[in-house]
């Protein structure tokens, strides 16, 4: 583009950059879910189909950007964990951050027919998004903050089973609300098992833990043996030191872990609707890539 007396404009734009050797967190949050919610009709405490769409758009953004070592989603939010040597967009701060929500925004519009196609669920409006970057300076930082909002599943889920089986129940939301008030944990879970014949620890573990993304080796379902490297949901304790040291590669990108993912044992992990989705894409390009083969010209004599 030719220099033009209007371009001293471009020295009015700041560059924020995040500082280097720390984690960098972008949280993607949901604007007015709780009306979302409500007009496209969610189920309540929990929607499986509305998780599976955030499961989507979260892997959607992993397939993006290889530095994303582990993604962590739960109700409307999604984290996403760049390693600490990562230098996409230079650090920069807005750009990334800008990216990252447009396209997790994206990608939940693009995925919504397959997900809802068994419900007929028409998007009455377009969702939003906001993201922030957040730094952490220590592999102990990072820990604490994926635990926290592990933690905070369990708070929130717990409280949400209870209120609306209450209120499914006959109470109304103002006398569910009055009924919870100063209740603890032992206390919500003795309502669910004594009034509804509930035990808590048996409700799908997505519902309790949210969902874990991370890449692992798969093996392709097709005869052949052969690996592929696929986004999968995992649904395990992230607060414990178990999963750091099953998972080494998270911190440690030298970490080489050779384990082969099983698709089945993982909470009906073979039926993951990221998981069918991969392995749609892959037999596509592989049938794709057969076709070319099968089309190049032979031989028909030797010079």
Same mark, same amino acid.
């Given at each position: 583009?030719?220099?033009?007396?209007? !371009?001293?404009?471009?020295?009015?734009?700041? @560059?924020? %950059?995040?500082?280097?050797?720390?984690?960098?967190?972008?949280?993607?949050?949901? %604007?007015?879910?709780?009306?979302?919610?409500?007009?496209?009709?969610?189920? %309540?405490?929990?929607?499986?189909?509305? #998780? +599976? #769409?955030?499961?989507?758009? *979260?892997?959607?953004?992993?397939? @993006?950007?290889? !530095?994303?070592?582990?993604?962590?989603g739960q109700s409307d939010e999604y984290s996403f964990v760049f390693r600490r040597d990562a230098n996409v967009y230079q650090r920069r701060r807005d750009k990334l951050v800008s990216y990252?929500?447009?396209?997790?925004?994206?990608?939940?519009m693009f995925h919504w027919a397959r997900i809802f196609e068994g419900r007929a669920l028409t998007m009455r409006y377009p969702p939003s998004f906001d993201a922030r970057a957040v730094l952490?300076?220590?592999?102990?930082?990072?820990?604490?903050?994926?635990? $926290?909002?592990?933690?905070?599943?369990?708070?929130?889920?717990?409280?949400?089973?209870?209120?609306?089986? #209450?209120?499914?129940?006959?109470?109304?939301?103002?006398?569910?609300?009055?009924?919870?008030?100063?209740?603890?944990?032992?206390?919500?879970?003795?309502?669910?098992?004594?009034?509804?014949?509930?035990?808590?620890?048996?409700?799908?573990?997505?519902?309790? %833990?949210?969902?874990?993304?991370?890449?692992k080796n798969v093996t392709v379902p097709d005869g052949t043996g052969s690996k592929q490297k696929f986004i999968v949901p995992i649904f395990e304790d992230l607060i414990s030191d178990a999963? $750091?040291?099953?998972?080494?590669?998270?911190?440690?990108?030298?970490?080489?872990?050779?384990?082969?993912?099983?698709?089945?044992?993982?909470?009906?992990?073979?039926?993951?609707?990221? #998981?069918?989705? +991969?392995? !749609?894409?892959?037999?596509?390009?592989?049938?794709?890539?057969?076709?070319?083969?099968? +089309?190049?010209?032979?031989?028909? *004599?030797?010079?």
């Amino acid at each position: 583009m030719a220099l033009s007396r209007f !371009e001293y404009v471009k020295g009015f734009e700041q @560059e924020d %950059k995040l500082l280097p050797n720390c984690w960098v967190v972008v949280r993607i949050d949901g %604007k007015g879910f709780h009306r979302f919610c409500d007009v496209h009709r969610f189920n %309540k405490p929990n929607d499986a189909d509305a #998780l +599976q #769409l955030m499961n989507m758009a *979260g892997m959607t953004v992993m397939q @993006e950007f290889n !530095e994303i070592v582990i993604a962590y989603g739960q109700s409307d939010e999604y984290s996403f964990v760049f390693r600490r040597d990562a230098n996409v967009y230079q650090r920069r701060r807005d750009k990334l951050v800008s990216y990252v929500a447009s396209l997790f925004t994206s990608a939940y519009m693009f995925h919504w027919a397959r997900i809802f196609e068994g419900r007929a669920l028409t998007m009455r409006y377009p969702p939003s998004f906001d993201a922030r970057a957040v730094l952490y300076p220590t592999e102990e930082n990072l820990r604490d903050y994926l635990s $926290w909002r592990q933690a905070d599943v369990h708070v929130n889920n717990l409280y949400n089973t209870t209120f609306w089986n #209450l209120v499914a129940s006959g109470l109304s939301n103002a006398e569910s609300e009055q009924r919870l008030q100063g209740t603890l944990a032992s206390d919500k879970n003795e309502i669910l098992f004594s009034q509804f014949n509930i035990n808590y620890n048996n409700e799908p573990v997505m519902y309790r %833990k949210g969902t874990i993304l991370l890449r692992k080796n798969v093996t392709v379902p097709d005869g052949t043996g052969s690996k592929q490297k696929f986004i999968v949901p995992i649904f395990e304790d992230l607060i414990s030191d178990a999963f $750091w040291v099953k998972h080494p590669e998270i911190l440690d990108k030298k970490q080489k872990h050779d384990d082969t993912f099983q698709l089945a044992g993982q909470d009906d992990a073979a039926v993951q609707p990221i #998981l069918s989705y +991969q392995l !749609e894409v892959y037999q596509r390009r592989r049938q794709g890539m057969n076709q070319k083969t099968n +089309q190049l010209p032979t031989c028909s *004599g030797v010079r």
